[in-house]
């Protein structure tokens, strides 16, 4: 007994239990009846059978996708601009490195000798300073403990018993003239008359003479250099601070300073670049 | 280990490497359903290529359900493109080349190496003739007996993979079947025990 196709659909259909319960009775019934329906149903199994037992190939390579398989590229803005910046500061770096070679080949014989001469100054200025200073201090001091007695003496009596000699002398003469005077009235002798003399003046000058005769002009003044008085005590280290400014000169060059931040900026832009490229790809 | 949801959802992401993880998950169940419907190692390897290569574009088109149904609803459309383009341009495969120096004209040399001599050579020769007949068949007929006798799918699943009405993939699996059946009848010896008495009583 040949089978039709349709047996066939719903023999296999059968075999896989895709049918609803209505078929699935229906198919049983002729299966028992039909022995020709039992032989092609045990074909058909086997044949499944088979075709589960289809052994599994192994896959010749991994299938793993790349960037470049699936059409995806680097950033082109990140990557160029990166590539960009690290390209303009590399040729920044060079210019400036050739400045600066520039400028030290050219003022490469002038230099040396001009910073000698600066130095020199420099250093005799603050040796003449420091040889200076201690003669420096001396006179401030002295000049210190002169303003000072001038000041005690300009506002104390202390200027009666000094008073000026050409005075002194125009007091001695009054004080001989009454002495001899007083000797010759008295009988005192030549030895003792000095003393009398010197009392009566001194007696007069108790009593203000000469204090009238002194004109406030003619107080004492003691002598001080010019050359330290006029000048105030802090000009005194003027070369001093000179020399200091020329000591605090900075050390680190702006073409050094501008050749590093253009070399660093140069790798960094170009690392990262780099580094975005190889993690795309 | 990340589940295969999460995994799809970082591709969605354009994570590359979860989906070459969902790869390395799917590529031999991808390949053995390319080389049995194509039948050319090569041919299949592209195939099998192309597909990933399209899921990933696609994934977006995923909705859900099974992963595997979807996947091999894109295997099977490159099988088709690719199954097409040779038949346009026949190639001659080439096959590597054996100890001796011939080329080999089988697909032993994807087999397991760790299996018994007489084991390999019989999976070997069952796996030639079901390809033999396999390649006999209709392409339709083919993919979808693969879909199901193969790679175990029920019939709903083999009707969205292959965009076909439940009714005609029954049909064409049952003719399907039934020519295999008649064909590995001539490969008696390599077949089950079961199946190389079937008919003769």
Not at chain 1, 67 to 88: D, E, F, I, N, W
Not at chain 1, 166 to 190: D, F, K, N
Not at chain 1, 213 to 219: E, G, H, L, V
Not at chain 1, 258 to 275: R, V
Request: hydrophobic share 40%; net charge negative; with cysteine.
């Amino acid at each position: 007994m040949k089978l039709s196709n349709r047996d066939w659909v719903q023999l296999s259909s059968y075999l896989d239990g895709e049918m609803n319960l209505r078929e699935l009775n229906k198919t049983e019934e002729r299966i028992k009846k039909e022995p020709a329906l039992q032989l092609a149903l045990e074909e058909l199994r086997q044949t499944k059978i088979t075709l589960r037992q289809t052994p599994k190939l192994r896959v010749p390579h991994n299938f793993i996708l790349t960037p470049a398989m699936v059409g995806l590229k680097t950033s082109p803005l990140q990557t160029r601009g990166y590539r960009l910046v690290s390209a303009l500061m590399t040729f920044l770096l060079i210019g400036v490195l050739v400045l600066d070679f520039g400028r030290s080949f050219v003022s490469g014989s002038l230099a040396p000798a001009a910073s000698k001469e600066v130095m020199l100054e420099a250093i005799s200025d603050s040796a003449a300073d420091a040889l200076e200073e201690p003669a420096l201090m001396e006179a401030e001091g002295a000049m210190e403990s002169d303003r000072s007695v001038a000041e005690t003496e300009a506002g104390a009596p202390l200027v009666e018993e000094a008073p000026a000699p050409q005075e002194a002398a125009e007091v001695m003469e009054e004080g001989e003239s009454l002495g001899t005077a007083q000797e010759a009235e008295s009988g005192i002798t030549e030895d003792e008359a000095p003393d009398t003399a010197t009392n009566q003046t001194d007696v007069q000058q108790e009593d203000g003479v000469a204090e009238e005769q002194m004109a406030p002009s003619q107080t004492f003044a003691p002598e001080i250099p010019e050359s330290v008085v006029s000048q105030p005590p802090t000009s005194v280290y003027a070369p001093d601070e000179e020399t200091h400014k020329i000591e605090r000169v900075p050390s680190i060059d702006p073409f050094r300073i501008l050749e590093m931040i253009l070399g660093f900026g140069a790798l960094s832009f170009g690392i990262a670049a780099w580094l975005i490229k190889r993690r795309k790809s | 280990m990340m589940d295969l949801q999460d995994q799809i959802k970082k591709s969605l992401a354009g994570d590359l490497e979860s989906f070459n993880q969902i790869i390395l998950s799917f590529q031999s169940l991808v390949y053995n359903q390319a080389y049995r419907i194509i039948g050319e190692p090569d041919a299949a390897a592209d195939a099998t290529q192309e597909a990933f290569i399209s899921a990933y574009k696609k994934l977006h088109t995923y909705r859900g359900g099974s992963f595997k149904s979807w996947l091999l609803r894109i295997v099977s459309n490159a099988c088709y493109d690719e199954f097409r383009r040779r038949k346009r341009k026949p190639v001659v495969p080439l096959f590597p080349k054996g100890e001796e120096g011939d080329e080999m004209d089988s697909v032993s040399w994807l087999e397991d190496p760790s299996e018994k001599p007489e084991d390999t050579l019989l999976r070997k020769e069952l796996s030639e003739a079901i390809q033999y007949c396999l390649d006999r068949l209709e392409y339709e007929f083919r993919t979808i007996v693969v879909l199901v006798d193969i790679q175990g799918l029920d019939y709903a699943s083999a009707a969205e993979i292959t965009d076909r009405p439940l009714g005609t993939v029954k049909s064409r699996l049952a003719r399907a079947r039934t020519n295999l059946k008649n064909c590995l009848q001539g490969f008696k010896e390599l077949l089950p025990q079961g199946l190389r008495h079937v008919g003769e009583a």
